[in-house]
């Protein structure tokens, strides 16, 4: 079986496939569009990717390549986030680089802190590293262990707020882990056509039958304005009885995809 997940070594990606499959042979990926494209033309290879922060919220990119890939998620694994802030100089930082969901995590630090610092986007927190470890003047943040691989300094850690933590899904075609006792469901519905009280007919159901939204977001579907996807996760799985009564009532406004249960 072949596990992969976005890299390159040393990323939080990889710290969580590394916990989730502890003697597997991890390959990397440059970007998610990539790492969907293998997965959806083999039947056994396996995705860690990240779904869900708790401070920042969806990896929006993740759900568009679930929903438009016949790929599901069949586990999730949560990760505590840590990150750390270096630099080969400390007492002249003029940029900070790292991953976009790193910066964004230590958005509170950042503005305390370095609040005229310009901030450098970039494709992961292993090449941030890299990135400081050849610009005297420049900080990154990552992982505070990986900081003196790269001979940085490390300035301060435990930067990322407060319960930090980062939900992995375990995605593929073919179910992984066909034993396994699962208790929550994802879905996207795709309204027929836009009317008043839409959103509310979508989630009334959910209260009607006791079935517990855990999550509820929209996403653009790119055709027009005005025009999105409802990404959705619920405690429940599709054969519970409580369950197929929602979807009935639903699917008189809106077109439902599974996007896996887990």
Same mark, same amino acid.
């Given at each position: 079986?072949?596990? &992969?997940? %976005?890299?390159?070594?040393?990323?939080?990606?990889?710290?969580?496939? /590394?916990?989730?499959?502890?003697?597997? #042979?991890?390959?990397? *990926?440059?970007?998610?569009?990539?790492?969907?494209?293998? %997965?959806?033309?083999?039947?056994? *290879?396996?995705?860690?990717? +990240?779904?869900?922060?708790?401070?920042?919220?969806?990896?929006?990119?993740?759900?568009?390549?679930?929903?438009?890939?016949?790929?599901?998620?069949?586990?999730?694994?949560?990760?505590?986030?840590?990150?750390?802030?270096?630099?080969?100089? =400390?007492?002249?930082?003029?940029?900070?680089? !790292?991953?976009?969901?790193? %910066?964004? /995590?230590?958005?509170?630090?950042? &503005?305390?802190?370095?609040? #005229?610092?310009?901030?450098? +986007?970039?494709?992961?927190?292993?090449?941030?590293?890299?990135?400081?470890? @050849?610009?005297? !003047? *420049?900080?990154?943040?990552?992982?505070?262990?990986?900081?003196? @691989?790269?001979?940085?300094?490390?300035?301060?850690?435990?930067?990322?707020?407060?319960?930090?933590?980062?939900?992995?899904?375990?995605?593929?075609?073919?179910?992984?882990? =066909?034993?396994?006792?699962?208790?929550?469901?994802?879905?996207?519905?795709?309204?027929?056509?836009?009317?008043?009280? &839409?959103?509310?007919?979508?989630?009334?159901?959910?209260?009607?039958?006791?079935?517990?939204?855990?999550?509820?977001?929209?996403?653009?579907?790119?055709?027009?304005?005005?025009?999105?996807?409802?990404?959705?996760?619920?405690?429940? @799985? /599709?054969?519970?009885?409580?369950? /197929?009564?929602?979807?009935?009532?639903? @699917?008189?406004?809106?077109?439902? *995809?599974? &996007?896996?249960?887990?």
């Amino acid at each position: 079986m072949k596990i &992969l997940t %976005l890299g390159p070594a040393g990323t939080f990606s990889s710290e969580a496939t /590394q916990e989730i499959f502890p003697d597997a #042979n991890i390959e990397y *990926t440059t970007n998610f569009d990539k790492l969907f494209q293998i %997965l959806e033309k083999s039947e056994d *290879t396996i995705g860690v990717v +990240p779904i869900e922060n708790s401070l920042h919220g969806s990896v929006h990119e993740v759900l568009d390549c679930m929903f438009h890939s016949p790929v599901s998620i069949w586990c999730a694994h949560d990760l505590r986030i840590r990150h750390a802030l270096g630099a080969q100089n =400390p007492d002249k930082i003029d940029r900070i680089v !790292s991953h976009p969901q790193a %910066l964004a /995590q230590c958005k509170k630090y950042l &503005l305390k802190h370095f609040p #005229n610092v310009e901030q450098l +986007p970039v494709s992961s927190t292993t090449y941030a590293l890299d990135f400081a470890s @050849k610009n005297p !003047s *420049t900080a990154a943040i990552a992982r505070e262990d990986a900081m003196s @691989k790269h001979k940085l300094n490390i300035i301060d850690t435990n930067i990322e707020g407060n319960n930090n933590t980062t939900r992995f899904g375990i995605i593929s075609r073919n179910d992984p882990y =066909p034993d396994l006792n699962r208790s929550h469901t994802s879905i996207v519905l795709h309204p027929y056509k836009d009317q008043s009280g &839409l959103l509310h007919a979508l989630i009334t159901p959910f209260k009607v039958y006791d079935v517990n939204m855990t999550k509820i977001e929209s996403r653009p579907t790119g055709e027009k304005i005005g025009d999105y996807y409802f990404f959705i996760d619920f405690e429940g @799985k /599709q054969d519970d009885k409580r369950v /197929q009564k929602v979807f009935e009532e639903i @699917k008189e406004a809106a077109d439902i *995809t599974i &996007l896996g249960i887990w």
